[in-house]
């Protein structure tokens, strides 16, 4: 980020080519929900210290990893934000 707290021309062409080539990997729309969700982990990713668009998508790829690892087949449902809570 610049001093004024902004990104860069730079900085934004790491993020936007990060968030663009792990969509097209996966095939997921990145105008989606799903590429929005990728969009805002890439961003976080970014502020932790990651500034290419390789560390960012192994950033994302590592935690997309670790979740689907905590995942037991059998389980109920945990429901998403486009779910609808019960109650």
């Known amino acids: 980020m610049t001093t004024s707290g902004a990104f860069d021309v730079t900085q934004l062409n790491s993020l936007r080519d990060a968030h663009l080539d792990w969509c097209a990997a996966n095939s997921v729309d990145p105008k989606s929900e799903l590429g929005g969700e990728a969009a805002t982990y890439l961003l976080q990713a970014f502020n932790a210290g990651s500034r290419s668009a390789d560390q960012m998508i192994a ?14 087949l059998g389980s109920s449902v945990i429901p998403s934000t486009s779910d609808r809570l019960p109650g």
């Not at 950033?59 to 037991?72: C, G």
């Open 59 to 72: 950033a994302l790829d590592q935690f997309i990893e670790e979740r689907a690892n905590r995942v037991q």
